[in-house]
Nanobody, 123 residues
Framework: QVTLVESGGGLVQAGGSLRLSCAAYGRTFSTYAMGWFRQAPGKEREFVATISANGRATFSADSVKGRVTVSRDNAKYVVYLQMNSLKPEDSAVYYC????????????????WGQGTQVTVSS
C-alpha cells in the first residue's frame, strides 16, 4: 500500500517548463511502476508517461513525445515529470499513479492514485 501526493503544478507561459513531483508514502515504492496521467475539463483522463520500478524503462504518449521526461529517485521515494516546451493543450490536472509489475499506459492497470496537481499553460 502507498499514498501518493503530487506537487509542482502552476501557471506557466507557452514554451516554458515545469517539473512535477510525486511523493510516495510507503516503503514498497521501489517495487511499483509509476505512471503520469492528465485530465482536462470535459475530457477523459489520458496517459502521459510511465517508468518501471527500477527506473530503467520509460515511455510516453505521442502527444508529449520529446517534451517530457519521467524519472524517479527511489532513495527519496519520489517520481518526477519534467515538462518542456509547454503548450496550452497541456493544461490539465496531472495525476501520478502506482502499480505492481510492468509499466503501462493503461490507467485501468494502476492500483493507487494521487489527488492531482493543476498545470495551466497560457498563450
Amino acid at each position: 500500500q502507498v499514498t501518493l501526493v503530487e506537487s509542482g503544478g502552476g501557471l506557466v507561459q507557452a514554451g516554458g517548463s515545469l517539473r512535477l513531483s510525486c511523493a510516495a508514502y510507503g516503503r514498497t515504492f521501489s517495487t511499483y511502476a509509476m505512471g503520469w496521467f492528465r485530465q482536462a475539463p470535459g475530457k477523459e483522463r489520458e496517459f502521459v508517461a510511465t517508468i518501471s520500478a527500477n527506473g530503467r524503462a520509460t515511455f510516453s504518449a505521442d502527444s508529449v513525445k520529446g517534451r517530457v521526461t519521467v524519472s524517479r529517485d527511489n532513495a527519496k521515494y519520489v517520481v518526477y515529470l519534467q515538462m518542456n516546451s509547454l503548450k496550452p493543450e497541456d493544461s490539465a490536472v496531472y495525476y501520478c499513479a502506482a502499480k505492481s509489475g510492468y509499466s503501462s499506459g493503461n490507467l485501468k492497470a494502476y492500483e493507487y492514485w494521487g489527488q492531482g496537481t493543476q498545470v495551466t499553460v497560457s498563450s
